[in-house]
């Protein structure tokens, strides 16, 4: 299997996101129709649904073109891409009006307020999330479509 | 299709195919199977990674509120 190492890179680094969204839609789901939650779904699901798979993939293939020579531990690679995430996710929920940033805190979907020093302190929490994930999750699915 | 033709598609397929020889196993595959199990069973999660596995839930026992912050970025 040595063809089209790019795609089968895409295709293992979307799995993860993709099978994640579904978790994620369905607590948004519940949040808003089953609790009444002011969860506002279609404008908060762009984001999990279009973006980070494909960055996932994206950031996949790039591991993949670096080749085995120049390129960081797949958990160290997975551990950076927070810091393409994270920015655009701001971007993004900012522009889409469900983000606000406030004095002390941000206040995400209009419900919940999180102080910047918990965001600060939360932060590395995400980073080691990426780097399990991808030195356990997308490492075993690269190594099931035969790349890297 | 009558059976002369039967014989000599017979033949044809014949001279076309040789016949197999040596078709048992040249060395005993059993070893290299044991070897993989052992190498699968070798194949632990490091302490270092379970620690940091811990990290999260912890966070997200402590910061419940960041979990649709999580689930938003993944």
Redesign the interface.
């Known amino acids: 299997m040595s063809s089209h190492p790019y795609l089968r890179a895409y295709m293992a680094g979307i799995t993860v996101p993709t099978i994640s969204l579904l978790l994620g839609l369905t607590a948004f789901t519940i949040a808003r129709f089953g609790y009444q939650v002011p969860v506002p779904i279609e404008r908060v699901i762009v984001f999990p649904m279009a973006i980070v798979p494909n960055l996932f993939g994206l950031w996949n293939i790039l591991y993949v073109a670096m080749g085995s020579g120049r390129r960081l531990p797949i958990g160290l690679h997975g551990a950076l891409l927070p810091f393409v995430l994270l920015p655009l996710a701001f971007t993004m929920a900012t522009s889409l009006g469900f983000l606000t940033f406030g004095q002390d805190a941000l206040v995400w979907l209009e419900v919940l307020t999180i102080p910047y020093s918990v965001l600060v302190a939360i932060f590395p929490v995400l980073l080691i999330i990426y780097y399990l994930v991808w030195k356990y999750l997308v490492a075993f699915l690269n190594g099931l479509l035969g790349i890297a | 299709m009558n059976q002369d033709d039967d014989k000599k598609i017979r033949e044809l397929l014949r001279r076309a195919i040789p016949p197999v020889r040596d078709t048992g196993l040249q060395r005993d595959l059993w070893p290299q199977m044991l070897k993989k199990f052992d190498e699968s069973a070798g194949a632990r ?1 490091p302490w270092f ?1 379970l620690a ?2 811990a ?2 839930a912890m ?1 997200l026992v402590f ?1 419940p ?10």
């Open positions: 999660v990674d940091l596995a990290a999260p966070g910061f509120e960041m979990i649709p912050v999580f689930l938003y970025l993944l």
